[in-house]
């Protein structure tokens, strides 16, 4: 996974992975890259210096994750096409958080109300003054008592029936947000693709099919003048025919294998061999013994039905075994912690109890008594191909902390470190801190006033 992001005069390219670990999907950078160059060739190029440099094993990659640009990939010259001359089948990684994004813009030129405009016209009223914000943010903390004049033309707009209708109506984006949001979890791959899409379309199209735009929206629609009221409804019909049209361009290019693999995300004892079968035949995986396959299968099948038997609940069972796996860490003797921004969806499952279907796999392949080579190669295979682009927009976030006036002579070296720390590192800042005041030659090189002799390469 990668994508590239304009940093003051610099652009920088996070190289990201995603893999399938002993506690699950893992996703971590590699390095960063420093090249304005953006051509296809040029980014193919460093993306295979990084591969080489990092001692991954090239026929281990699966897939190419990328924003949906032409250069990234594009059918004709692109990253993923130059790639896949050096890999066979290697699977197109689409972001489907930019592509539900982009669906929406579409969208929105269907209405009779230029929503965008309002929004920059909001935007350049408080942006242009300080004073200005500092009201705005008086307005939201204590806006019952306070408030803020609106600037007269955009009132004028936001009073008009049509927009007014216009407005309740856009809260069906509510649905795609929901959407995007789940898709940029880290523990959401290409597996989790097909529910996570058809579920939208269909309650889109169940809004198109029944013309249900919201209690709100219709009872304006039935106060308004009659010729506008069929001409806002018609402009409703297109926006989502549109966002449903854009979103299909990229999801039926794709729609057979997903469902394939969606397979393996749903409940395992619905999982059955034919499944399997179909999912080889469409992703041209290679290198299996299929009857040593179809034995794994079984076995794994009959090992969750004991364990599902179990009177310790089956999320119960999981949550122990990956917290047992964890502390078997053997790179530090300290104990292992979630990084703060997977946090909020480890509390989040907990509360409503939900089986992560990687960690199911994870728990079946260790406590099965024979191993299962051929079905491991398959589940790392699949787990290994992103839904999204989402991580490594994380890693940009951490960057705006990284790059600062402050720190304006930094190297791009010491900046991919300290991404990799931030990124891949599952220690606590508390422990990590304790680790630290417990190694004496380190404390005495850090309290030493011997001068820094590392030259830049």
Known sequence: MFDASNKGNTKFFPVCVQYFSKIGVKKGIIDLIDDADESATNIFENLMT???KSGLPFNGLTSIGADNTNVNMGN?????TLFNNEIENLFKGNCYCHILHN???????????DIEKFLMITYAHFSLSAKRIEELKSYYEFYEQDFHEIPKELEKHFQSEETLCVLPFLRVL???QTTNLELQKECI?????YRIITSLQYKLKQRLDTDFFGIHCRQILNRIPSDTSIELQASFERFISTFLEYVDKYFSQNVAIL??????????????????QKCIELTKIKGFNEDNLFNEFTELKLTFEIIKKKQVPLFDQIQFFLSNEQEK????????????????????????????????????FAVNETPTLNMKKLICFLYSIPASNAYVECVFSDMKHLLNDSRNRISVESIAAELQIRRNGSISCIDMHKYLLSQKELLEAISSNNKYTFKKQ
């Open 50 to 52: 990084v591969i080489k």
């Open 76 to 80: 004709n010259h692109s990253v993923y």
């Open 103 to 113: 669906g929406v813009k579409w969208g929105l030129q269907q209405l009779t109300v």
């Open 174 to 176: 509510f649905e795609i």
């Open 189 to 193: 791959t290409a597996i989790d693709l």
């Open 259 to 276: 469902e394939a693999i969606g397979h393996f995300g749903n409940e395992i004892e619905n999982l059955t061999w034919n499944h399997i």
């Open 329 to 364: 860490d053997t790179n530090t003797s300290l104990p292992m912690t979630i990084r703060q921004n997977e946090m909020s969806e480890v509390d989040e499952e907990d509360q409503t109890k939900v089986i992560r279907s990687h960690q199911l796999w994870v728990m079946l």
